[in-house]
């Protein structure tokens, strides 16, 4: 070292003497380049004879002291300004060398679609899939073009009517290739759909894009195939939802008993999601992959000198990355103490669920009590909430299952999609909604209210929702019913109150709108062409198995019996819709005759009401009494309590077993004005013979002739009794599935497979 400052103090004088014999050259030219009389010294490490000297130019300007004493140890060109780097080089080859080029990344090995969503890659390949079966159908015909042989190639050969052909044959598509019918086309966006992605699978098969002539031959092709098909040109209405409306919607979901859970949980997170949604205005999935270790709890010190203020922040993680969309946003939720109602507090929903699961890293923090005591010292302006971090993969939407016959919360399983859909669904006909609920209705109705607020930019709502531009707002999400036209044509204020009412979901409520088929619709439905061809169908082959018993025949007829039955499902909910559509203005009719001619009151809600109140149990009584209450003072302790109370329900509740998901259809209520059932015959003669079969017994007799029916309809484990065997399925594969034994047949089995089989040829329960 001592030698290597006595070289850099030898270079600095040198270059010092030198520039002041050099006539032309500025202090500044002094500071960066050394004149070409100095002696520079030998560096410490010379490189090998071998090694080539390798030099590069360098860039004029200033430079530090220290920098111009490493400059000094190279020989400098004055005439191309080339700097000796050779020595700098053998220096870093001691502590560092380049890593060799000897990776398995290649630009090939990564999927043209890595990083979309799982549901676009669902429709790329559905679309691959289509054409390569179109080409199948074209490749076996007289005379076929060679091209239909390899789908790529025909593709690369494809003419504009080859395409507009492809499309019209999509439309004709009645099964999958996994034989379940397909849905069918309705809207005119859903051939739109098709024709996105055929363009997607072209520019990836040849590497190009299509031809602007081809698009627009294609594009006049689609339009009449639109005509022709007489497809629906009109999106789908985008009806918003407001607080107005899902308030009611969390009430019916905690009360209702003609939907049930395996756990009360359940309910709690169900009414959680729909607050969340509203005040978040998230997609569904990114409302799903909501984690622990996405949540910040936090108590916030009150600027106006309040009491501590509790505060739920919010990272969604899941949004659409593909779109260049990576940074994510916080929503910072405050409580709110005089809130709507404590059936959309978040606060009190998120807080019964963690306090059920002791999710606070602080061991003594279990109950909203424990959190009022709380304050925040030495002038802070927070104090966080931890939670436990075995738990930050925690889903806030877990999964629930039955595993070995007991109800459990996977919390490191999110909940379903298709799952979450059918609980709105089936929430949204209790509820009395005309069309069912889903959660992209929270964008609708939150975007408007982002828009017309005054508080928000145009800015900030394309970065709250998500938006590369204005434009997608305006295409998709503001609502096309317009109000308030004639107040502003007449220079008045617009009503807003009524405005929103008359847009919002809840103007179309009727909870009198029937929700299943009467016994008189359902033989309606058996008449139909559709289901007697099949059903016809299934006779024929069940003669022509019972003349040859031929194994083939007999899968055919298995295929057509599950063919039967899903056409009469698919009917039937046909038909139901159908009903559901017709009933406001049918029932109209009904109720205007009813008031004009003077009728009886409808008194049907007051009896809905005691049916409830009678069928509800104890616990959930005790949680609807805690939510649905209102503040009865201004006073900041008794709002505390009764937040409090509603948290410790809730919080009791999660674990309260309710019995699993309703099955079948459930009874219908006798009304008032219904008679009897007729009384038993009079007793002809005192002598007659009491009957030798008690009524139990007849009972038992009846129940095991569905026992050993085609179709079970109960089960012969503990002989209880199901609509049909769909909802027997299900209670024999919950329950009995550990079963040892055929109580029925009083059989021991020593595996569960044992018991399957049993079930299936014996008691034809195929599991």
């Known amino acids: ?75 400098v060109s004055e005439t191309e300004n080339i700097i000796d780097v050779s020595a700098v080089e053998v220096v870093h080859q001691g502590s560092y060398e380049d890593p060799a080029d000897d990776t398995d990344e290649d630009l090939s090995k990564v999927p043209e679609d890595y990083g979309k969503s799982n549901n676009t890659r669902k429709l790329n390949l559905r679309l691959e899939e289509r054409w390569a079966r179109y080409c199948r159908t074209k490749a076996i015909e007289p005379s076929a073009d060679p091209k239909w042989e390899d789908p790529e190639e025909a593709l690369r050969q494809a003419s504009p009517n080859d395409i507009h052909r492809f499309l019209n044959w999509c439309l004709k598509l009645k099964y999958g290739l996994d034989g379940r019918r397909l849905k069918g086309y309705r809207k005119a966006s859903a051939l739109q759909a098709d024709w996105k992605y055929f363009r997607v699978y072209y520019t990836k098969v040849t590497k190009q894009e299509m031809k602007k002539e081809m698009g627009e031959a294609v594009r006049t092709g689609m339009r009449h195939l639109i005509d022709k098909r007489g497809l629906d ?71 106006h000198g309040g009491p501590p203020v509790r505060m739920i922040e919010i990272d969604p993680q899941f949004v659409k990355s593909v779109l260049g969309m990576y940074k994510v946003n916080t929503f910072a939720l405050p409580e709110i103490i005089y809130g709507v ?18 999710a606070f890293e602080a061991p003594h923090l279990t109950s909203m009590e424990d959190l009022r005591r709380l304050f925040i010292e030495d002038g802070r302006q927070e104090m966080p909430l931890p939670l436990k971090k075995e738990m930050d993969n925690y889903y806030v939407f877990p999964k629930v299952d039955v595993i070995d016959g007991e109800p459990r919360i996977l919390w490191e399983t999110r909940m379903n999609g298709s799952t979450l ?19 992209h209705q929270f964008r609708y109705g939150g975007g408007e209210l982002l828009d017309q607020s005054g508080f928000v930019s145009e800015a900030q709502r394309n970065v709250i929702m998500a938006h590369a531009s204005s434009r997608t707002f305006i295409k998709h999400y503001r609502p096309r019913r317009h109000t308030g036209l004639q107040e502003v044509m007449c ?57 040859s018993n031929d194994p083939a025949l007999r899968a055919l007829l298995e295929q057509q019996k599950r063919n039967v039955d899903n056409t009469r499902r698919r009917l039937r909910e046909k038909r139901r819709k159908e009903i559901r559509r017709d009933f406001s203005r049918i029932q109209a009719v ?71 998901p309703l099955r079948g259809r459930p009874k219908r209520p006798a009304s008032d004005d219904e008679t009897q059932v007729a009384d038993p015959p009079a007793k002809k003669q005192k002598t007659q013979k009491r009957p030798t079969v008690s009524a139990w017994e007849n009972k038992l007799v009846a129940i095991k002739e569905k026992v050993a029916a085609e179709k079970p309809s109960a089960c012969f484990q503990c002989l209880k009794e199901y609509s049909d065997v769909y909802g027997l399925k299900r209670h024999f594969k919950t329950l009995h599935l550990q079963d040892r034994q055929c109580n029925f047949c009083d059989l021991s089995l020593q595996h569960e497979m044992h018991l399957r089989r049993h079930a299936q040829d014996v008691h034809r329960l195929r599991t």
């Open 1 to 75: 070292m001592r030698c290597r400052r006595e070289t850099c103090a030898t270079s600095r004088t040198a270059i010092t003497e030198s520039s002041t014999t050099s006539p032309g050259i500025t202090d500044d030219d002094r500071s960066i380049e050394p004149s070409s009389e100095t002696d520079l010294t030998e560096p410490e490490y010379l490189p090998p004879p071998s090694q080539k000297v390798q030099k590069r130019k360098i860039r004029r300007g200033p430079a530090s002291g220290r920098e111009r004493a490493d400059f000094a140890e190279f020989k």
């Open 233 to 303: 040109k009109q999106p789908r209405a985008n009806v918003p939802v407001y607080i107005e409306d899902m308030v009611p919607f969390n009430e019916t979901i905690l009360q209702t008993q003609k939907r049930r859970f395996h756990l009360g949980f359940q309910r709690i997170i169900l009414c959680l999601y729909n607050t969340i949604g509203l005040f978040t205005v998230n997609r569904k999935q990114a409302m799903l992959h909501l984690q622990f270790k996405h949540l910040q709890i936090t108590l916030q010190r009150d600027p």
């Open 341 to 358: 109602s404590l059936v959309f507090s978040p606060h009190v929903l998120l807080f019964s669920i963690l306090f059920y699961i002791k």
């Open 421 to 439: 859909d059918g609980q709105l669904r089936s929430f949204s006909e209790i509820h009395g909604f005309l069309n069912h609920f889903f959660s």
């Open 491 to 547: 220079g008045i204020d617009p009503d807003e109150e009524l405005s929103r009412a008359v847009t919002r979901m809840s103007r179309w409520i009727d909870k009198r709108r029937p929700r299943y088929l009467s016994d008189a619709e359902k033989a309606s439905v058996e008449n139909d062409p559709e289901l007697q061809s099949a059903i016809r169908e299934q006779v024929e082959l069940e003669d022509r198995y019972a003349r």
């Open 590 to 660: 009904i109720d205007i005759e009813r008031q004009l001619t003077g009728g009886a009151v409808n008194n049907e809600p007051a009896r809905e009401v005691l049916r409830k109140e009678f069928a509800m149990p104890p616990e959930q009584i005790v949680l609807v009494e805690t939510f649905f209450t209102w503040p009865t003072s201004d006073s900041l302790e008794d709002e505390w309590m009764r937040r409090s109370k509603a948290t410790a329900a809730a919080t009791l509740y999660c674990g309260f077993r309710e019995g699993g």
